[in-house]
């Protein structure tokens, strides 16, 4: 009888320490990061008021879209890339495409510079330190050398 309640004492705490590890690691999990939540960041960082605050998701919203449509070009020029390396003609296509290509990346980094200077253009003098730590976050944020890639999925 005494080996018995060894045995359910320890099979009990077993089941606690199990649940308690799994909530543990449920509840300090990471969160994803987000557009919300680096908006949010930005807000506190920068000390907006509430109209800054509505001109630079004005802003982010703009520059977001405009960075999205210049992708979608680049995604196609890309398939057309490649789809013309079973053309005669490919020499000429593959040229005028990355030259294509190389108008959109000088797009994308106008368009990047013009959403600088647009929140900067509503910032007071006080929130300037504030928009150098936005800008070093999003440029981290799109251009982090060792982003974290999952690795691929094992074959059964």
């Not at 077993?14 to 799994?22: G, R, T």
């Not at 703009?62 to 890309?78: G, R, V, Y």
């Not at 647009?118 to 981290?140: D, M, T």
Request: glycine share 0%; net charge positive; with cysteine.
């Amino acid at each position: 009888m005494n080996k018995l309640k060894i045995y359910q004492w320890a099979t009990w705490s077993m089941l606690l320490l199990n649940i308690s590890m799994l909530c543990f690691f449920m509840l300090t999990k990471q969160k994803h990061p987000n557009h919300k939540n680096f908006n949010n960041a930005v807000k506190q960082e920068m000390d907006l008021n509430e109209e800054q605050e509505k001109l630079f998701l004005v802003s982010a919203a703009k520059h977001s879209e405009q960075l999205a449509i210049i992708s979608d070009k680049q995604q196609a020029l890309w398939q057309s890339y490649f789809k013309t390396l079973s053309s005669s003609d490919t020499l000429i296509q593959n040229d005028s495409i990355i030259s294509e290509l190389q108008n959109l990346e000088t797009q994308k980094i106008v368009v990047t510079t013009k959403h600088f200077k647009e929140i900067k253009s509503f910032l007071i003098p006080a929130q300037y330190k504030g928009f150098s730590v936005f800008q070093q976050r999003l440029l981290e944020r799109n251009f982090k050398k060792d982003k974290n890639i999952p690795p691929p999925p094992k074959d059964f």
